[in-house]
């Protein structure tokens, strides 16, 4: 385990950094941290060593990954063509938590793109992965950190409880600031579609493309409607059942009180996901037995950025039955329900 100090003046140098990007370069796997969460990195050019990354997550290899460019020159070894669109939105948005999908180059590995035509290529906005990946000289090939079906690692802690011993090393830069992953935005359809809401909000690729395609449901929610849990929303899984309440505010607060108190009649360890706000209230009820804050409402930024931590937390503290309220598909608030609504597999209740 290494810890890069920020503060270093030149990252690319730093004794860290160049062996990860050594590691890279002779095929390894590494976890570093980027804007976002932590990602675990390989060598985008070669399959046998992309090939890793699949093995270390126990990811199935039909999910394609995202690759990493530490500088724009970069940009055309990895894809064949860039739209006057996609140059917007690299213009307006890079370095940043935001994923192109663009033709694919030749070059970049079949397992990367899980034989599509297609790629997906962001630039991360963090002094520890720009320099990792110029230092290595290619670009990589990182999904997210995680053993496939946990949250998202947003500190090297997270990914050293699901990866040690399954890597070659980690960089430890710290927290991530954003939270949850990229914005993935499909570029080789017109109007631009987005497919993962993310770091980059709906609202500021509507401001520079004018017009932006995205699943209704995620705008609207679906939580009226009935889903079966478990299908295909088992990504962010926490160990414990979570609920989603949504309605008015005390209306959510009572709800959540009989919800809670009911699964503890039956044995259950409890817990509330709260915010700020709210947190002093919940904690003197006593009708849980975690209590934990995620952020503020009044910022949903810091929702994001605490959410994954704090399901990680329930877990750790092995409880069985959450519940959380459902939050404002505003700004950030899109990613954040977006993540609830997977790590709760459908469960959706109205107070
Ligand atoms: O913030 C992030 O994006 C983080 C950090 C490490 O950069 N990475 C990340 O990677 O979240 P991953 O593998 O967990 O998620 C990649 C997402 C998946 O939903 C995948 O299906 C989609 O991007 N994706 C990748 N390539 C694609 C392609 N060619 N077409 C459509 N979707 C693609
Ligand atoms: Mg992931």
Redesign the pocket.
């Known amino acids: 385990m290494w810890t890069v100090d920020k503060g270093v003046e030149d990252l690319e140098t730093c004794a860290q950094i160049v062996d990860a990007a050594r590691l890279i370069q002779q095929g390894e796997v590494v976890a570093f941290p ?1 804007e ?4 675990l990195g390989a060598d985008a050019l070669s399959n046998q060593a992309v090939e890793k990354i699949f093995v270390a997550k126990g990811r199935p290899s039909d ?4 690759v ?1 460019i530490g500088r724009i020159g970069q940009l055309e070894t990895v894809v064949s063509q860039v739209t006057d669109d996609a140059k917007r939105l690299i213009e307006a948005f890079w370095p940043g ?1 935001l ?1 192109l ?1 663009l033709p ?1 180059q030749d070059t970049v590995a079949d397992l990367v ?1 899980a034989g ?1 035509e ?3 290529v ?1 630039m ?1 906005d963090h002094p520890v992965a720009l320099s990792l990946i110029n230092a290595a000289g290619m670009p990589i090939a ?4 995680n053993l496939s079906g946990k949250p ?1 690692p947003t500190t090297a802690q997270h990914v050293r409880g699901d990866l040690e011993g399954r890597i070659a090393a980690i960089v430890d830069g710290g927290a991530t600031g954003v939270g949850v ?2 914005t ?1 935005i ?1 570029m080789t359809v017109k109007p631009a579609m987005i ?2 809401p ?2 980059v909000t709906f609202e500021q690729l509507q401001a520079v493309l004018g017009t932006v395609e995205i699943d209704p449901a995620f705008l609207l929610g679906a939580e009226e409607s009935p889903r079966s849990p478990g299908m295909k929303y088992t990504h962010y899984a926490p160990e414990g059942e979570l609920w989603l309440v949504n309605g008015e505010r005390e209306a959510v607060r009572k709800r959540m009180e009989s919800m809670l108190r009911e699964a503890r009649q039956m044995g259950c360890k409890t817990g509330v996901l709260v915010t700020s706000e709210n947190a002093a209230e919940w904690e003197g009820s006593g009708c849980a037995d975690a209590v934990l804050s995620c952020g503020s409402l009044s910022d949903l930024g810091s929702v994001a950025r605490d959410l994954y931590g704090v399901l990680r937390q329930f877990d750790s503290l092995g409880v069985q039955f959450m519940v959380a309220p459902v939050f404002p598909r505003k700004g950030m608030g899109l990613a954040v329900m977006n993540r609830l609504e997977k790590a709760a597999g459908g469960r959706v209740v109205t107070a």
Do not use: C
């Open positions: 980027t976002t969460v932590y990602g999910n394609p990954l995202i990493h938590p994923t999908i694919k793109t599509l297609t790629v997906g962001r991360p990182a999904p997210s950190a998202s992953e990229s993935v499909d497919l993962r993310g770091g």
